[in-house]
Structures are given as C-alpha cells and as structure tokens.
C-alpha cells in the first residue's frame, strides 16, 4: 500500500527522500558487486603492493640486481603459500609474480633495475589507449563486464541500447583511464631520466609506483562508488523496458 502511495500521490522531492537503497536490481548495484570481486579486497591490494615495494627497498639499500628481483619473488611466494595453507585463492599472488616476472625479464636483459618498471608504463599507456577506444565507439569496457547479468541473458550485447546504460559504463570507464594516464604522465618521464643519464630517479620511480598502484586504483574505485550510489538506473533491456503487452 506505501508503494502505491508513493507513486499516487507523493511530489519528486518526497519520492527522491524515499527511494530505496541501492539493490541488486540496480546496474549500479550490479558493478559495484563486480568491481569488488575484480579488487580482491583489502588483501588482495595488499598482495600486489608487497612483492614491487620489497624489490624497490631491496634495491634501494643493496644496490643488487638479481638479489632484489629474488626477495621480490620470495615474498610473492610467502603470501601464495600462506594463501594455500589458509586454503583460499591465490590469484592474486600469481597475478602480482607473473607481473613481477615480466619486470625482472627487463631489468635483467638491460642491467638496469629501472627497466623493471618499463612494463607497467607500457601496459598502463596500452590500457588507457584501449578502454578510451572503446568509449569511443560507444563499446565501454565496464559495458562489456556488466553485460552478461543485464538486458537480455541470452544477448549480453542488449545493454548497448539502454542509453542510460551506455551513459553510466562509459563515465565508469573513463575513471579507469584516468589512473592509468596519470601513471604514465608521471612515471615515464623518471624512467627516462634515470635512462638516460639525466638524474638517479630510481627511488622515485619505484616509490611512484608503489604509491600510484592501489592507491590510486582505489581512489578511482571511491569515485566510481560515489558515481554508483547517486545512481539507479533499472535492470532492463531497452527493448523489454518498451515492449507493449
């Protein structure tokens, strides 16, 4: 009876004081759910941070290559075999020494421990050019990991014509741009001087890169919380939604 009420007789500001918390019929609700599972949780940010902050000090206070890729490979292997004895996922460990692997394949090919963080500035310059692609031609990365749970489920490409749908994937996805552009406006610049000769910016590029990883993917992720929570935009495929019985 409250429910029809409130769409009889209540005005917009009563409505809008009254409206019902975000749920799982929600889309915002749908990739909030989704970015959670894709962060891992607290432990799982953790856990990509831990091996590149112990080869960056390693290297900072030994100087030593190969020593400094080892201990970054051993505390990746510490927090996989604590996750085996607690009997839970380890994919964020292996994605944390797969990654810390492809950067000890640079640093060892040239020598130089600054050509270890080469590969996150190329896959974050990567990253940026194609979730910005794909805004563009109205195919939103955040569009295509929500499509599968709305619209209509045996079509995942139906969420492309709910223009609210394509509005709010495309904002969402180009929160995850922002990061990656900012990684790469500041951190290839220090691999270039510390390169060339130029200036020791080792340091800073590896502090730089411990302090824009998580961090600021997760700032990103409270903006797109905040952008979520002022929104509700229906679980529905346009066609459904204008359908006549």
Avoid at 102 to 124: C, E, H, K, Q, T
Wanted: charged share 15%; aromatic share 8%; proline share 5%.
């Amino acid at each position: 009876m409250s429910e029809q009420r409130s769409a009889a007789g209540d005005t917009p500001a009563q409505e809008q004081a009254a409206a019902p918390a975000v749920t799982e019929d929600t889309v915002e609700a749908l990739v909030r759910s989704q970015l959670a599972k894709a962060l891992g949780g607290k432990r799982g940010m953790v856990e990509a941070a831990v091996p590149t902050l112990t080869f960056t000090l390693s290297y900072i206070v030994s100087s030593e290559l190969r020593l400094s890729i080892a201990m970054g490979v051993v505390a990746a292997l510490v927090l996989g075999a604590v996750r085996l004895l607690q009997r839970s996922s380890v994919q964020y460990v292996v994605t944390s020494l797969f990654g810390i692997g492809i950067a000890a394949v640079f640093a060892m090919r040239s020598g130089d421990a600054a050509d270890a963080f080469l590969p996150g500035i190329i896959y974050n310059a990567v990253y940026a050019v194609v979730l910005s692609l794909s805004v563009l031609v109205r195919w939103p990365a955040i569009g295509l990991m929500i499509g599968p749970f709305i619209g209509e489920k045996e079509d995942f490409t139906s969420w492309r014509e709910n223009p609210a749908v394509v509005r709010l994937a495309s904002r969402l996805t180009w929160l995850l741009v922002l990061p990656c552009v900012i990684r790469v406006l500041v951190q290839y610049p220090l691999w270039l001087a510390d390169n060339y000769g130029w200036a020791d910016t080792f340091a800073l590029l590896g502090l730089s890169k411990v302090a824009m990883g998580w961090p600021l993917q997760v700032a990103a992720f409270a903006a797109m919380v905040w952008l979520l929570a002022r929104g509700r935009t229906p679980v529905e495929s346009a066609p459904a939604a204008g359908r006549e019985d």
